[in-house]
């Protein structure tokens, strides 16, 4: 059962809410909430991984892929995963409302930093993990957040690569180490988000379109001192954006750790080959979840 922050006002699409929701389940069919004072308890002295979908992605599947994706993490003890729901599906144009959806990610952030703030106190740490347009989510709470962050860790980010030192630039200073999943076979992050940032250009004069996203070729120029390399995943892993969360039934066996990101010529471990010789990308998401809770330790 995944604890939950909801700052959705409706099933899909909508409106960010003025005040975190407390929820738990495993599917939408159990999704219940759950107590102020409970949730404190299940929170008090824990290492807290918070974690954010990214954009295109309803109530009803957030809970599915975050629930289903926690199991497949190996957290140290006194730890715990609490996913993060925000309204950053996509009502229409598959994605290409992206130049809007930044707003709502930014709101959620707002709105996160302001929870977190006035309700862990009690906690050892507090840390964010996100997938592609989540990255803007946990980036704007950790900007606007008072309390310490140990671990940020971004995968498939779709926010610009320079975002960590022009917009974001003082969230390192927050934030004990980051770290990113990129992978140049993600095809939304190298033809859908540039032109999403084409529109948004449009609409907002002076926004650099031009840049490429985090999750596809990693941060530029020099990254912070405490980012912690490395990041790219190897070509032939065939890794596209959907991949890191999407945990299809059978679910994916977890892979020993420490799990790191090897060379770009590496193979892929043997647990995500398949009969056929080639990765399984259903299966991908268990090299996810081991990345992460390796350099979440």
């Known amino acids: 059962m995944t604890t939950f922050l909801d700052v959705r006002l409706q099933p899909v ?13 495993t599917t939408i069919d159990d999704y219940t909430g759950i ?3 409970n949730f404190k308890s299940f929170i008090q ?27 497949l993490l190996r957290l140290p003890p006194s730890s715990v995963f609490i996913g993060l729901l925000w309204p950053g599906d996509s009502i229409w144009a598959h994605g290409l409302d992206y130049p809007v959806e930044a707003g ?20 050892a740490s507090v840390s964010f ?20 962050v140990r671990r940020l860790i971004v995968m498939a980010g779709a926010i610009n690569n320079d975002c960590l030192i022009n917009e974001f630039n003082l969230v390192s200073e ?23 940032n084409f529109f948004a250009g449009i609409l907002d004069e002076g926004h650099p379109w031009a840049r490429p996203a985090l999750g596809h ?36 066996p977890q892979l020993a750790l420490p799990t790191d990101v090897p060379g770009i010529q ?31 330790r």
């Open 217 to 252: 070729r990693g941060p530029s120029g020099t990254a912070p001192a405490n980012f912690v390399a490395p990041f790219q995943i190897p070509d032939g892993w065939k890794y596209n954006h959907g991949d890191y969360l999407n945990v299809n039934p059978p679910p994916p």
């Open 266 to 296: 590496s193979e892929p471990p043997a647990a995500l080959i398949g009969p056929d010789g080639q990765p399984v990308d259903s299966w991908k998401a268990a090299f996810s979840s081991a990345f992460v809770s390796t350099r979440f």
């Open 13 to 25: 699409g909508g409106a960010v809410a003025q005040q975190v929701a407390l929820f738990s389940g």
């Open 129 to 148: 993990v996100s997938h592609s347009l989540g990255a803007r989510v946990v980036l704007s709470a950790i900007a606007n957040m008072k309390s310490h």
């Open 35 to 37: 107590t102020q004072s």
């Open 104 to 123: 709502v990610a930014d709101q959620s952030g707002q709105r996160v930093a302001e929870f977190v703030d006035a309700n862990f106190g009690g906690v």
């Open 45 to 71: 002295g824990q290492h807290v991984l918070i974690g954010a979908h990214g954009f295109n992605v309803d109530r009803a599947d957030g809970v599915l892929r975050l629930s289903a994706w926690e199991a």
């Open 174 to 196: 927050s934030v004990d180490s980051i770290s990113a999943l990129a992978s140049l076979g993600d095809t939304v992050l190298s033809e859908l988000f540039p032109l999403g």
